[in-house]
């Protein structure tokens, strides 16, 4: 079994910042997992926002965030952190962690993601 615990999402103007961060626990969790961040926003469909390859040497990102997001993780906390600068209106919704064995560079057409933390809600008011 595999827990994600979201935590950090909350209320912000328009132009602000949020920092997510996530921990993964349990017996068949691995640090060689690839982790990322999906969203869905009210009346949409989940999508892709964030990947990091189990080193943090890869990161990938959906256009819509490229130059304002940046992914980062720590291994020996099992952690990883989704850093949110210049928040917008349209960057309101649910924020949700996931982790799969398949590489990040795959997520953002990927509808197959293994284990899904259970969201943090982020509002960006304008």
């Known amino acids: 079994q595999v827990q994600l615990v979201e935590s950090g999402g909350g209320l912000v103007q328009a132009g602000g910042s949020l920092r997510l961060s996530c921990v993964g626990s349990?017996?068949?969790?691995?640090?060689?997992?690839?982790m990322g961040w999906f969203r869905q926003a009210p009346g949409k469909e989940r999508e892709f926002v964030a990947a990091?390859?189990?080193?943090?040497?890869?990161?990938y990102y959906a256009d819509s965030v490229k130059g304002r997001f940046t992914i980062s993780r720590d291994n020996a906390k099992n952690t990883v952190y989704l850093q949110m600068n210049g928040l917008k209106p349209e960057d309101t919704a649910v924020y949700y962690c996931a982790a799969d064995p398949l590489g990040g560079s795959y997520w953002s057409d990927y509808s197959g993601i293994t284990y899904w933390g259970k969201g943090t809600l982020v509002t960006a008011s304008s």
């Open positions: 990091i390859s189990w080193t943090g040497t890869y990161t």
């Open positions: 349990g017996r068949t969790f691995s640090s060689r997992y690839s």
